[in-house]
């Protein structure tokens, strides 16, 4: 079974960076994608950035540049590494992770970024 813990969110000042990372403390399957999704308040949670077990990576518009997803697949784990962070970067940060047709949900956490 998969299980995900997120870390590393916290409240930082506009332009600003921080450090999420996800770990897989459960079973592993492969292939597999891991990704982060955001929801702020009031909005639906939408798509940040994912990267597959074999290292290709893929973006929303609206990171690019900014952003940066990594994995360390000895250590299970997946990082996503956010500089000149903004206002609107403020959300509840989840990890997903999909295997065959499955896909399952960290529990999230808050990055609050203030102006």
């Known amino acids: 079974q998969v299980q995900l813990v997120e870390s590393g969110g916290g409240l930082v000042q506009a332009g600003g960076s921080l450090r999420l990372s996800c770990v897989n403390s459960g079973s592993i399957f492969s292939p597999n994608i891991m990704g982060w999704y955001r929801q702020a308040p009031g909005k639906q949670r939408e798509f940040v950035a994912d990267i597959t077990s074999n290292g290709r990576t893929n973006y929303a518009d609206s990171v690019k540049g900014r952003f940066t997803i990594s994995r360390d697949n000895g250590q299970n784990t997946m990082y996503l590494e956010m500089n000149s962070l903004k206002p609107e970067d403020t959300a509840v940060y989840y990890c997903?992770?999909?295997?065959?047709?499955?896909?399952?949900w960290g529990r999230g956490t808050q990055v609050t970024v203030s102006s």
């Open positions: 997903q992770f999909k295997y065959f047709s499955n896909v399952v």
